[in-house]
Nanobody, 131 residues
Framework: QLQLVESGGGMVQAGGSLRLSCASP????????IGWFRQAPGKEREGVSC????????NYVDSAKGRFTVSRDNANNAVYLQMNSLKPEDTAVYYC????????????????????????WGQGTQVTVSS
């Protein structure tokens, strides 16, 4: 059973950086697309970024472009989200999730990150950015 474990959240001041990690201990992520989502209090969960583990297709929500970088480490079954120039509006619980459908790379390239396409979710990690 695929399980995702996140780490790296925390509290930083505006302009700071954090690096989130998403690992799948003992289970290959090959063929899947890993999405990063976030949910702020009182708001819907939104897609932030995605990366396909096979071909490296990746994408970002407009508000993250130029500030966040998603990367993969196939050998270690891990995905990372480097977040720079953080803003208070980035404050949320961040989740990684896996879409194992064969067409998942297409949906990532089109940035169609629908939560119902992601069957496996991490526990979430809190990111708090103070002004």
């Amino acid at each position: 059973q695929l399980q995702l474990v996140e780490s790296g959240g925390g509290m930083v001041q505006a302009g700071g950086s954090l690096r989130l990690s998403c690992a799948s201990p003992g289970f290959s992520l090959d063929g899947s697309t890993i999405g990063w989502f976030r949910q702020a209090p009182g708001k819907e969960r939104e897609g932030v970024s995605c990366i396909n583990m096979n071909d490296g297709t990746l994408n970002y929500v407009d508000s993250a472009k130029g500030r966040f970088t998603v990367s993969r480490d196939n050998a270690n079954n891990a995905v990372y989200l480097q977040m720079n120039s953080l803003k208070p509006e980035d404050t949320a619980v961040y989740y990684c999730a896996a879409d194992i459908r064969p067409e998942s790379a297409y949906y990532c390239s089109a940035f169609r990150l629908a939560t119902e396409h992601y069957d496996y979710w991490g526990q979430g990690t809190q990111v708090t950015v103070s002004s």
